[in-house]
């Protein structure tokens, strides 16, 4: 089977309409014919195409009868059911390029059955091959995508060495471990640093291990042998060089030079690094990412790889260690332990640094002390802004992931024995921050006391945090103005939208508001009773989601909610109609109303709305 660059390229040689596969971004170049007043060129990228190969898919039954080009039924089935904008306004604009495209894309992925097929006369839409196609374009589109770190290679791919750094909690290994997705195992070594690292465990050193000699008889001539011809033995203790994970990363390199191998180092600070001795010299890299200087190896490790990587391995070139372009050093570092074994400048400038901030992301998770829930985002912001104002110091704050409960509940006992207690030892200990009640008789042991859920309670009360109420927690309204307590921790786009009309990422509330506007927009010839009973047809779990002025009025009439009137926002018509979009759109305890409007909106690509997480 050809790759898709080089079957675009020869396929378009016997075509009108060039396609090629872009070299940057993952976008298909095509043009038109040039028969209308020369060759225009034009960019879909390999997202768009997918999904308007899954919207033909779950649309089959309505181009099953367009395998032959035909324009106008070509234009209007793509104005009707392709969701992707781009593509969208490509078949009503370029509607012969993009059938050519995409019959070209659908041929590539089914070599050699459709080999024969013309792209510029007719597509493929047989169920098998478009899933085929599908499946084969996700693999191309994934190495492209520049939110996915393509396996073997870093962030900043001239950065071999970098330390990832912040207060604990803010997600420094995941960061590490999201960027190697796609790496082998076998290509990936970890350690963590603690106070007694040093040579012999970060390199390798000589071990006692176990092994057998065989048992000889009195005159030392022949082996003792039992009948079931198996010599005796014996076990004895011998030496043997044992490596570690710097050297077992260094040799992984030398065995692979064609591949990138990574040693990942945890809370690098917690070791002496110069316990490690003059190892860390091969840091200083030249441009082409080899050590500037080599360092002898001793005798013992010269033998091992010398034994191990052969002879003539660049590896051991002259007796001497020097660090290969593929390999890359990562690390993580505490602030908050930066006074085990602070890290000298000439240490320091051999790294590149990356910091991660605090994010205060994790909104949806809750503190539940005995029945009385608060909002985990809130306490770790009130939290971090007294460790700041009273030790002058980020070092200590508090993390998003400082505590990782399975199910986004951090139960009493877990916020006692994990949260409060790093408070107490290591923030407050020596008075440094004014977090926990202020009598003089007040020892961490009170926490464990029969009353300790009101003293727990009080302490909240005096960082000024209130208690979450679930009633307004279900029916909280996202899109009033001003409100950043709730924001969704995932952004969206809404066909190619990013932000709303104010510039702002969109919010639930909003998303749901637009994504009617957008309904609306494309059925002019709808009254809003005809749009309401078809928003409501869809069973969507968000009350009253979408309602008319009538609907609205007997609401507020029969409701004795005091807001009821504030439980929507209106949407004028072309035809000088209103409707009234519910804003109780988020995913309460009990009720999962925007996981649910997302569901069913992806279920329906025929009311051309296109909501996609970024």
């Known amino acids: 089977m050809k790759d898709l660059f080089s079957f675009l390229n020869e396929a378009s040689c016997n075509s009108d309409f060039k396609a090629t596969l872009s070299g940057r971004g993952g976008f298909i170049t095509f043009s038109n014919s040039g028969r209308r007043g020369g060759t225009k060129f034009f960019q879909i990228g390999l997202d768009n195409i997918l999904q308007t190969l899954k919207d033909i898919l779950v649309n089959l039954e309505s181009f099953k009868g367009l395998t032959e080009y035909d324009e106008t039924s070509w234009r209007n089935n793509g104005s009707a059911y392709f969701s992707d904008p781009v593509a969208n306004a490509n078949s009503t604009v370029q509607t012969k390029p993009l059938f050519s495209t995409l019959s070209k894309v659908i041929i590539w992925a089914n070599q050699p059955m459709l080999d024969s097929v013309d792209s510029d006369v007719k597509i493929c839409l047989e169920k098998e091959a478009l899933e085929t196609t599908i499946d084969e374009l996700e693999n191309v589109a994934d190495s492209f995508r520049p939110s996915v770190i393509k396996p073997h290679q870093s962030c900043d791919s001239t950065s071999r060495q970098q330390i990832f750094y912040g207060a604990p909690g803010t997600g420094k290994s995941h960061k590490i471990k999201e960027q190697l997705k796609g790496v082998a195992k076998e290509n990936i070594f970890r350690t963590t640093f603690h106070p007694d690292s040093d040579y012999s465990t970060f390199v390798g050193a000589y071990k006692p291990t176990k092994s057998e000699r065989p048992l000889y008889g009195l005159f030392g001539k022949e082996t003792v042998r039992l009948r079931d011809e198996v010599d005796l033995s014996e076990e004895i203790i011998t030496y043997k060089f044992i490596p570690q994970a710097f050297l077992n990363a260094y040799m992984q390199a030398y065995r692979k030079p064609n591949e990138n191998v990574y040693l990942i180092i945890e809370e690098i600070n917690r070791g002496n690094c110069a ?54 050093i990562y690390a993580t570092m505490n602030t908050s332990d930066q006074s085990l074994f602070p890290i000298d400048s000439a240490f320091k400038r051999r790294w590149d640094w990356e910091y991660e901030p605090i994010k205060y992301k994790n ?120 409100d950043d307590e709730l924001p969704s921790t995932i952004r969206y786009s809404i066909n190619g939208e990013e932000t709303d009309e104010n510039g702002k990422v969109w919010r639930k509330g909003a998303l749901v508001k637009r994504a009617v506007k957008i309904y609306c927009d494309n059925h002019q010839q709808e009254t809003a009773a005809q749009i309401r ?24 009439k029969d409701s004795r909610d005091p807001k009821a009137a504030e439980r929507s926002k209106e949407i004028r018509l072309s035809n000088n109609e209103s409707l009234h979009v519910s804003t109780q759109v988020g995913d309460g ?17 025929e009311w051309g709305i296109n909501i996609q997480e970024l």
């Open 275 to 328: 316990q490690i001795g003059d190892l860390f010299q091969l840091l200083d890299r030249d441009e082409n990412g080899v050590s500037e200087y080599t360092i002898k190896a001793d005798a013992d490790l010269k033998a091992y790889l010398k034994e191990e990587l052969g002879e003539d391995n660049l590896g051991i070139k002259d007796g001497e260690l020097c660090l290969p372009a593929n390999l890359y």
């Open 363 to 482: 909104t949806d998770w809750v503190i539940d002390i005995d029945g009385t829930e608060y909002r985990w985002s809130d306490f770790q912001k009130e939290v971090n802004k007294h460790i700041l104002k009273d030790t002058g110091s980020e070092d200590k704050m508090m993390g998003d992931y400082f505590i990782n409960p399975p199910t986004k509940v951090i139960s009493f006992n877990l916020f006692r024995n994990k949260i409060l207690f790093y408070l107490w030892n290591d923030v407050c200990k020596d008075g440094d921050a004014d977090i926990f009640p202020i009598d003089t008789d007040f020892s961490f042991s009170k926490l464990y006391d029969e009353d300790c859920k009101q003293l727990i309670i009080s302490m909240m009360d005096k960082l000024g945090l209130k208690p979450i109420d679930r009633d307004e927690l279900e029916n909280y309204d996202d899109t009033s103005e001003g």
């Open 533 to 556: 009973d078809t928003w409501k047809a869809a069973n969507f779990i968000i009350p009253h989601i979408v309602e008319t002025d009538e609907d609205r009025e007997k609401r507020i």
């Open 589 to 605: 305890k009990n009720r999962k109303g925007f996981s649910n409007f997302l569901s069913i909106i992806q279920s329906k690509p």
